[in-house]
């Protein structure tokens, strides 16, 4: 009987299922960035900033260039609490979410964030982008293809002149 004990210990533990294989949150981030950077729209949305915020967003960039995620979402949320309804703050914080690996709190943001934008230009791209690296990330190919496609409704070409 003993040996029948010890020799069920000498199993093997059956090995913990990996995670899928997916991009990292830095290259999410740098997707959705990116999308930002090729949007060539004729309108490109720039509230007027109010310094306390912008140097609270500046800081949370430096933390985030450092990697101290939680204190640049310290940051981004204080900006929040100034003014909750401000678009680029909204998407800063949902990509500091990204990092943190909150999706659900990143797709919430974005969301935020296009419903109180202007709907078009760099950050309706980077707030649709955001939602299609987060159901890549979920394996939710239709919802990715249907983010994808309004990635693309965010540009607004100018207007063509002969």
């Not at 680029?88 to 419903?115: C, N, P």
């Not at 202007?118 to 394996?139: F, M």
């Not at 249907?146 to 100018?158: D, F, I, L, T, Y």
Request: hydrophobic share 40%.
């Amino acid at each position: 009987m003993a040996g029948i004990l010890l020799a069920a210990c000498a199993q093997p533990a059956p090995e913990a299922p990996k995670p899928p294989p997916g991009k990292s949150s830095v290259a999410m981030v740098e997707e959705i960035r990116a999308a930002g950077e090729r949007d060539k729209s004729v309108i490109n949305v720039h509230p007027l900033a109010d310094p306390g915020i912008a140097t609270l967003q500046d800081a949370a960039k430096q933390d985030e260039r450092n990697g101290n995620y939680q204190a640049a979402a310290a940051k981004l949320d204080i900006a929040l609490k100034r003014n909750p309804d401000a678009p680029d703050v909204l998407q800063d914080r949902a990509e500091v979410a990204i990092y943190m690996g909150d999706f659900q709190l990143a797709e919430k943001l974005a969301h935020q964030s296009w419903t109180l934008g202007s709907k078009q230009g760099p950050l309706c791209a980077r707030n649709w982008q955001t939602i299609v690296e987060i159901r890549q990330h979920a394996n939710d190919d239709a919802g990715a293809a249907s983010a994808s496609k309004w990635v693309g409704e965010c540009r607004e070409p100018g207007i063509q002149r002969l």
